[in-house]
């Protein structure tokens, strides 16, 4: 299920008197990009993908008007693939362009694109498990149910932070934007610290040190 953009207006107009709806929107989907940027508080599980010998890169298979801030986990039968960048793969796997195998590693070519290391040649288990940090596209008009009601009000206060602090409009307002900027920011840390424990209530102990 989604929510339009819509829901959000009656909380973001009424702070900002003269602005049009089309830029109220704008804002908003622009305040959930840069929420999602920083805080990765959009993770999804994505469809299956699936391998095929001599084939290095593949299409996420994203929701509609979604792109991938980034892979955060990819999974085949016998284990995880490791994210690595180009310096890693190259020390790792010297002859990355050429060389096959069972894939080792990946890493993110662009928004929507994948590769893994080294290609594919013949592998056991063709299926891999994505995990991704997502954002909407510009485009969006609906956010996901979920996402929407637990980041309502970070949302609210990022677009009008976006709006309010342009210079130059009657709904201008500095000190105003200021207040919904530190509302934002502290909405972004908690959303981190709620992905850094994939929201489960983790065990934040550590094992005792021996002492010489």
């Not at 602005?19 to 959930?32: G, M, T």
């Not at 980034?70 to 002859?95: C, F, H, Q, R, S």
């Not at 980041?151 to 210079?167: D, E, R, T, Y």
């Not at 709620?194 to 094992?207: K, L, S, T």
């Amino acid at each position: 299920m989604t929510t339009s953009i819509d829901v959000f207006l009656p909380h973001v107009l009424p702070s900002v008197i003269g602005c049009p709806d089309f830029s109220a929107r704008s804002a908003i989907v622009e305040a959930a990009i840069k929420f999602c940027e920083a805080s990765h508080g959009w993770t999804e599980t994505l469809d299956l993908l699936y391998m095929s010998n001599g084939t290095h890169s593949y299409e996420l298979d994203l929701p509609k008007d979604t792109r991938a801030v980034m892979i955060k986990n990819v999974w085949a039968a016998k284990g995880e693939l490791i994210g690595k960048n180009m310096t890693e793969i190259a020390a790792n796997i010297p002859d990355w362009q050429t060389a096959r195998g069972t894939p080792r590693f990946f890493n993110q070519l662009n928004w929507e694109e994948m590769r893994v290391y080294p290609t594919p040649n013949n592998p056991t288990a063709a299926a891999l498990t994505v995990r991704a940090a997502l954002a909407p596209k510009r485009t969006a008009s609906t956010f996901p149910d979920s996402f929407a009601d637990r980041n309502f009000q970070a949302i609210v206060s990022g677009a009008l932070w976006k709006l309010l602090v342009v210079p130059g409009q009657a709904w201008s307002n500095a000190p105003l934007a200021a207040y919904h900027l530190g509302e934002f920011n502290a909405a972004v840390a908690t959303a981190k610290v709620e992905m850094f424990h994939d929201r489960v209530q983790g065990n934040a102990r550590v094992a005792p040190r021996r002492f010489a």
